[in-house]
């Protein structure tokens, strides 16, 4: 049995992982599970699942977790704290799923116990992938990609050496707006930004993959992920979201992972690796698809993707920045404070005043260090939409 845990249990990768996990019970023992807002599903799941751990980060949904959970003998337990003490306990293999920056805290506490870490926030690697793999080595537990286009070039880097890798292309799908006009774009809704055409994800994932904000933080997390130089790091528009990712080498050869957009795909990599075990995804027919098209990814169009480029270029603490005005902007964009275009224009200027500023973004690389550059960001990023707004 391999003891493992779930946090962001509740949110559309969790749910996923749950599903693979609870066709094959007798092979998993599930030490924790955490969500935020939705105690009813996670104690829902902690039963089924018979879960040692049930944890929600929001302190006031303490007593009605507890209710939900009474006879069952899951534990129940509430707040930060409380998530980071669950990523402490022994487990095999751990799934990181929250979203945003609250991820990158337990993730190094389930590395620092020496667990495979099945990587989907992405905002952990963006803010701190030093401090990731850093963990890792020190922990002696290893970090597999979960984002589905990370997946795709670690599996097209099996068995390959990185210094013959020319470039790596990972695929987006433009998202809802893909065929919009900038005016129309400018008054777009958060209701409309949410709608994905091809991927059923969480909310914020779904508005970011429409401003391409999310194909931005990818192309950070790609280079922290893989150590690979940014020259060589790009994006492409592929509206049909079957090819994830392409790596190419320096024979001119360019190998492509294909498959049906269903996260549970790169879950199942990540839950049976380095083993390739049956999943429940559908196989694809060719002859059906018919065809593949690609689009250039306008820079113009999409400024996240040229201030993802200025990050990797600046390294240091700039992805933590990015990544806190980025969440800041969209609670703007999600509180309808500012415009859906008016998102890239306050992560801009908070990068540049916070460089302005001085002494964060190259400040050492630590914990605290992270933690601040969040905070500052978050600060500046709320001021900045409350200017422009
Ligand atoms: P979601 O919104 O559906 O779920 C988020 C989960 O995090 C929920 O369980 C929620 O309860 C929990 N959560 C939210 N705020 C929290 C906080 N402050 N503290 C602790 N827990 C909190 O999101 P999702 O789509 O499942 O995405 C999760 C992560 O995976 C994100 O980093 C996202 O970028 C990444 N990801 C998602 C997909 C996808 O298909 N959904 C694909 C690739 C990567
Ligand atoms: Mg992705």
Known sequence: MRRVSIFGATGSIGQNTIDLIARAPDDYDVVALTGATNVTQLAKDAKRLQADLAVTSEEDLLPELRALLAGSGVEAAAGDAAIKEAAGRP????????????????????LGQGAT????????????????FDAERDGGGKILPVDSEHSAVFQALIGE???????????????????????????????????????????????????????????????????????KIEAVVHP??????????????????????????AIGFALHHPHRKALPVERLDLVKLGQFTFRA??????????????????????????????????DAFLSRQIGFLQMAEVVEATLLEISRRGGCIDAAFSLDNVLAADHLARHVARETAARIS
């Open 91 to 110: 487990a095999d293999w751990v799934m990181s799923a929250i979203v945003g920056a609250a991820g990158l805290v337990p993730g190094l506490e389930a």
């Open 117 to 132: 870490l099945a990587l989907a926030n992405k905002e952990s690697m963006v803010c701190a992938g030093q401090l990731m």
């Open 161 to 231: 050496d990185l210094s013959a890798v020319e470039r790596v292309i990972i695929t987006a799908s433009g998202g809802a707006f893909r065929d919009w006009s900038l005016e129309e774009m400018a008054r777009a809704t958060p209701e409309q930004a949410a709608t994905h055409p091809n991927w059923d994800m969480g909310q914020r994932i779904t508005i970011d993959s429409a401003s391409l904000f999310n194909k931005a933080m990818e192309l950070i997390e790609t280079r922290e992920f893989f150590r690979i130089d940014p020259a």
């Open 240 to 265: 049909e979201s079957m090819i994830h990712a392409l790596v190419g080498f320096n024979d001119g050869a360019l190998m492509a992972h294909v498959g049906p957009p269903d996260m549970r795909h």
């Open 297 to 330: 990814a306008d820079e113009t169009r999409y400024p996240a993707l040229r201030l993802a480029r200025e990050v990797m270029q600046t390294g240091g603490l700039s992805g933590a920045v990015f990544n806190a005005a980025k969440e800041t902007a969209l």
